[in-house]
């Protein structure tokens, strides 16, 4: 079982049927940090076929030993952009849920460009979903969650569902379970696709 596919190896677009075992739905996410979402929504829901991508190499193999270290079939990891995936990698129409929690918010204007939700990438995310299918996001930062919130509420292809029943079966990330015992608001964004 291999957990840590190579990004220069893989076929383009992604075929499912190839990286996973399973057949089951597929949920995507994209900057898994430490892991504690997708490890954890991986062991509670072996019927899912989870891939995460993550740029940093540091996190990247450390979800993958954990991954490994806990026999999480249905999980893959991708070290690559969360861009590469969405513009590149992802086939059309094939993902079941897509998730982007604490999202890196920049918050010095001269670093606003860094930012990932712009309208070009949720289109891109939008394409990659099938109908009917989640698109969650998280933030803590108010000025971030805002610019989320505009794009979102902007992409076309996209409605808005209830952020509290989409995320109540959802583990919390690391970020967030930090968050929460600082008291810290989070802003939660719960999509469809029409
Ligand atoms: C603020 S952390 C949140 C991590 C995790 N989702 C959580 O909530 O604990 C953002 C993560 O996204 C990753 N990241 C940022 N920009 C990315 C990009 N363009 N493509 C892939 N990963 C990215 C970072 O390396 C980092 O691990």
Redesign the pocket.
């Known amino acids: 079982m291999t957990i840590d596919i190579d990004v220069n190896s893989v076929t383009v677009p992604l075929n499912w049927n190839q990286l996973f075992t399973g057949d089951g739905p597929v949920h995507v996410e ?5 892991g ?2 997708l490890l954890k929504l991986a062991a509670e829901r072996p019927e899912i076929s989870l891939l995460a ?4 190499g540091k ?1 990247h193999q450390l979800v993958c030993d954990k991954a490994g270290r806990r026999g999480l079939e249905n999980v893959r990891l991708l070290r690559t ?3 590469d995936l969405l513009f590149r990698l992802l086939p059309p129409l094939s993902v079941d849920a897509l998730y982007i ?4 918010p920049w918050p010095k204007k001269r670093h606003h460009k860094r930012r ?1 939700f712009s309208p070009d990438v949720t289109e891109a995310m939008v394409r990659c979903l099938k109908p009917r299918a989640p698109l969650l996001v998280k933030s803590d930062h108010p000025a971030y969650a805002e610019v989320i919130e505009a794009v979102l509420n902007q992409t076309p292809g996209l409605k808005p569902s209830d952020p509290e029943e989409a995320f109540l079966d959802l583990p919390l ?4 379970s930090k968050y929460v015992m600082e008291g810290r608001k989070i802003h939660a964004f719960s999509m469809v696709k029409k």
Not at 30 to 34: E, F, Q
Not at 53 to 56: D, H, I, K, M, P
């Open positions: 994209i900057g898994s940090g430490k504690r979402f991508v993550e740029r940093a996190y952009t969360a861009e929690l604490f999202p890196d990932l990330t690391g970020f967030e």
